[in-house]
Protein backbone atom coordinates (compact mmCIF):
# COMPACT_ATOMS: atom_id res chain seq x y z
CA UNK A 1 0.00 0.00 0.00
CA UNK A 2 3.13 2.77 0.56
CA UNK A 3 5.11 1.95 -2.43
CA UNK A 4 7.66 0.58 -0.02
CA UNK A 5 10.02 -0.37 -3.11
CA UNK A 6 10.19 2.90 -3.98
CA UNK A 7 10.54 4.81 -1.21
CA UNK A 8 12.51 2.57 1.20
CA UNK A 9 14.05 -0.12 -0.83
CA UNK A 10 15.15 2.10 -3.67
CA UNK A 11 16.76 4.41 -1.75
CA UNK A 12 18.85 1.88 -0.04
CA UNK A 13 20.48 0.52 -3.65
CA UNK A 14 21.22 3.92 -4.54
CA UNK A 15 24.95 5.20 -3.54
CA UNK A 16 23.48 8.76 -2.94
CA UNK A 17 19.93 10.38 -2.87
CA UNK A 18 17.89 10.45 -6.10
CA UNK A 19 17.06 14.47 -6.63
CA UNK A 20 13.06 14.61 -6.39
CA UNK A 21 12.08 14.70 -10.11
CA UNK A 22 13.81 11.22 -10.25
CA UNK A 23 12.04 9.50 -7.43
CA UNK A 24 8.75 10.58 -8.86
CA UNK A 25 9.95 9.03 -12.40
CA UNK A 26 10.33 5.88 -10.19
CA UNK A 27 7.13 6.43 -8.59
CA UNK A 28 4.83 7.18 -11.34
CA UNK A 29 4.47 3.89 -13.16
CA UNK A 30 2.91 2.82 -9.47
CA UNK A 31 0.63 4.95 -8.25
CA UNK A 32 -1.65 2.71 -7.16
CA UNK A 33 -1.36 -0.54 -4.34
CA UNK A 34 -2.77 -2.81 -7.57
CA UNK A 35 0.43 -1.18 -9.91
CA UNK A 36 2.65 -2.44 -7.28
CA UNK A 37 1.80 -6.21 -7.54
CA UNK A 38 4.11 -6.84 -9.71
CA UNK A 39 7.28 -5.41 -7.37
CA UNK A 40 5.96 -7.01 -4.90
CA UNK A 41 6.02 -10.88 -6.19
CA UNK A 42 9.32 -10.09 -8.38
CA UNK A 43 12.17 -10.59 -5.44
CA UNK A 44 9.79 -13.75 -4.89
CA UNK A 45 10.67 -15.03 -8.69
CA UNK A 46 14.48 -15.18 -8.06
CA UNK A 47 15.10 -18.62 -7.72
CA UNK A 48 17.26 -18.69 -5.01
CA UNK A 49 17.61 -22.10 -4.46
CA UNK A 50 16.61 -25.90 -5.07
CA UNK A 51 13.25 -26.36 -5.09
CA UNK A 52 12.06 -23.27 -6.06
CA UNK A 53 9.22 -23.42 -9.04
CA UNK A 54 11.77 -21.53 -11.17
CA UNK A 55 15.22 -23.56 -10.17
CA UNK A 56 15.21 -25.75 -12.79
CA UNK A 57 14.29 -23.71 -15.68
CA UNK A 58 17.21 -20.79 -14.65
CA UNK A 59 19.77 -23.59 -14.25
CA UNK A 60 19.04 -24.98 -17.96
CA UNK A 61 19.61 -21.64 -18.95
CA UNK A 62 22.63 -21.37 -17.12
CA UNK A 63 24.15 -24.29 -18.75
CA UNK A 64 22.45 -22.97 -22.33
CA UNK A 65 24.73 -20.12 -22.09
CA UNK A 66 27.94 -21.76 -22.57
CA UNK A 67 25.91 -21.92 -26.07
CA UNK A 68 25.63 -18.67 -26.57
CA UNK A 69 27.71 -17.14 -29.34
CA UNK A 70 27.95 -13.09 -28.82
CA UNK A 71 30.26 -10.97 -27.01
CA UNK A 72 29.65 -10.46 -23.83
CA UNK A 73 30.61 -7.24 -20.82
CA UNK A 74 29.57 -7.62 -17.59
CA UNK A 75 29.45 -4.19 -15.38
CA UNK A 76 28.99 -4.60 -11.64
CA UNK A 77 28.54 -1.98 -8.81
CA UNK A 78 30.99 -3.33 -6.36
CA UNK A 79 28.77 -1.54 -3.33
CA UNK A 80 25.61 -3.61 -4.84
CA UNK A 81 24.13 -4.87 -1.45
CA UNK A 82 21.77 -7.56 -3.36
CA UNK A 83 23.86 -8.99 -5.51
CA UNK A 84 27.36 -9.47 -4.05
CA UNK A 85 30.75 -9.73 -6.27
CA UNK A 86 30.69 -13.45 -7.04
CA UNK A 87 27.41 -13.39 -9.04
CA UNK A 88 29.38 -11.03 -11.03
CA UNK A 89 32.39 -13.35 -11.46
CA UNK A 90 29.87 -16.70 -11.48
CA UNK A 91 28.29 -14.92 -14.90
CA UNK A 92 31.35 -14.61 -16.29
CA UNK A 93 32.43 -18.26 -15.64
CA UNK A 94 28.54 -19.16 -17.38
CA UNK A 95 29.76 -17.00 -20.78
CA UNK A 96 31.72 -18.69 -23.02
CA UNK A 97 34.30 -15.92 -23.67
CA UNK A 98 34.39 -15.48 -20.07
CA UNK A 99 34.55 -12.11 -19.88
CA UNK A 100 36.45 -10.57 -16.79
CA UNK A 101 33.88 -8.30 -15.07
CA UNK A 102 33.96 -4.79 -14.74
CA UNK A 103 33.45 -3.41 -11.64
CA UNK A 104 32.76 0.24 -10.91
CA UNK A 105 33.80 0.98 -7.23
CA UNK A 106 31.18 4.24 -6.51
CA UNK A 107 27.89 2.07 -7.43
CA UNK A 108 25.99 -0.31 -6.11
CA UNK A 109 22.93 -2.13 -7.50
CA UNK A 110 21.34 0.69 -10.09
CA UNK A 111 24.75 1.68 -12.06
CA UNK A 112 22.72 3.50 -14.53
CA UNK A 113 21.88 6.02 -11.84
CA UNK A 114 24.96 5.95 -9.73
CA UNK A 115 27.56 6.15 -12.15
CA UNK A 116 25.95 7.02 -15.74
CA UNK A 117 29.02 9.17 -16.73
CA UNK A 118 30.87 6.27 -16.35
CA UNK A 119 28.98 3.69 -17.40
CA UNK A 120 27.09 5.10 -20.61
CA UNK A 121 30.70 5.55 -22.12
CA UNK A 122 31.64 2.11 -21.72
CA UNK A 123 28.73 0.41 -23.05
CA UNK A 124 28.34 2.48 -26.01
CA UNK A 125 32.30 1.44 -26.70
CA UNK A 126 31.19 -2.12 -26.07
CA UNK A 127 28.42 -1.66 -28.49
CA UNK A 128 30.15 -0.35 -31.16
CA UNK A 129 32.79 -2.83 -30.91
CA UNK A 130 30.86 -5.48 -31.89
Not at 9 to 28: A, C, E, I, N, T
Not at 72 to 98: M, N, T, V, Y
Request: charged share 20%; hydrophobic share 40%.
Amino acid sequence: RRNLFVEGFLPKLMQKPLPPSVMDGYRHPFPTAASRVGIVQSPRMIPDRPGHPDWDTLSRIERDLSNLAVPAEIFWGAKDPAFSKRFAWAFSEALPSHPKPVFFDNAGHWLQEDIPGLLVPRVASFLRSV
